[in-house]
């Protein structure tokens, strides 16, 4: 991955605040220095897909681009019963495991590195993707970010099961109108789901195969 890229986010993940402890849904993890963090005062993508998705009964769960493993662990605390954690950044892979077994979920959850799908070898019933957001105006860094979701697009199918769902999230200063055309391209049936806060408006889109494809 392109290192721009990664060292704008270690950059930005490491500023005060944005790392130490963090609580979403009841939950609470370590996020260590500049990984990504599940905070509302850092996002509000993870505490939306919180409030979408709230039981995984039964379900396998692929968190893609984990961070401090958080949507995981909530994968696991809310039933699911195998689980995979996967980032590309080294640092964020250790936070997430540390996490995992402060929770006593390594028996569930099984965290390692990976550029998106490039070592993931299973099929998921459901697939979390919190992948990074730019704003077009940042030119570069937007359009890496634009391929990055575009690979997503591309491999969705091979690690999706036949009537699983997947749910990306983006954000009203995010480059919506790019991610708004992969989707349509994909043949992805979705639903929006989005909440308004002062400073931006956030969304997942829900995303499932039309019947004709199962």
């Known amino acids: 991955m392109n290192s721009l890229f990664l ?15 963090a609580t979403v849904a009841g939950i609470t993890v370590n996020v260590h220095k500049g990984v990504y963090s599940p905070d509302p005062k850092c996002t509000h993508a993870t505490t939306l897909l919180t409030n979408i998705v709230s039981d995984f009964t039964g379900k396998s769960v692929l968190d893609l681009g984990t961070g401090s493993g958080f949507l995981a662990i909530y994968a696991a605390k809310h039933g699911a019963t195998r689980c995979t954690a996967v980032d590309i950044q080294t640092e964020a892979v250790e936070n997430a ?16 590195e990976s550029d998106l799908f490039d070592e993931v070898t299973r ?5 979390l993707a919190n992948l ?13 970010a634009n391929r990055v979701n575009q690979r997503f697009f591309d ?8 009537d699983g769902k997947a749910y990306i999230s983006s ?6 109108p790019e991610l708004k055309r992969m989707i349509v391209e994909s043949g992805y049936q979705y639903k929006i789901h989005s909440e308004e806060l002062p ?6 889109f829900e995303l499932s195969r039309p019947n004709d494809r199962l």
């Open 155 to 162: 491999e969705l199918d091979s690690k999706l099961e036949a």
């Open 199 to 204: 400073d931006a408006v956030w969304y997942v």
């Open 7 to 21: 060292n704008f986010w270690k950059e930005r993940n490491s500023r005060p605040g944005y790392y130490g402890k």
């Open 97 to 112: 495991r540390e996490n995992v077994a402060n929770f006593d979920l390594s028996g569930v959850i099984e965290v390692f």
């Open 132 to 144: 990074p957001i730019m704003d077009p105006e940042w030119t570069d860094l937007n359009q890496f």
């Open 123 to 127: 099929k998921y019933d459901v697939i």
């Open 171 to 176: 954000t009203s200063w995010g480059d919506l």
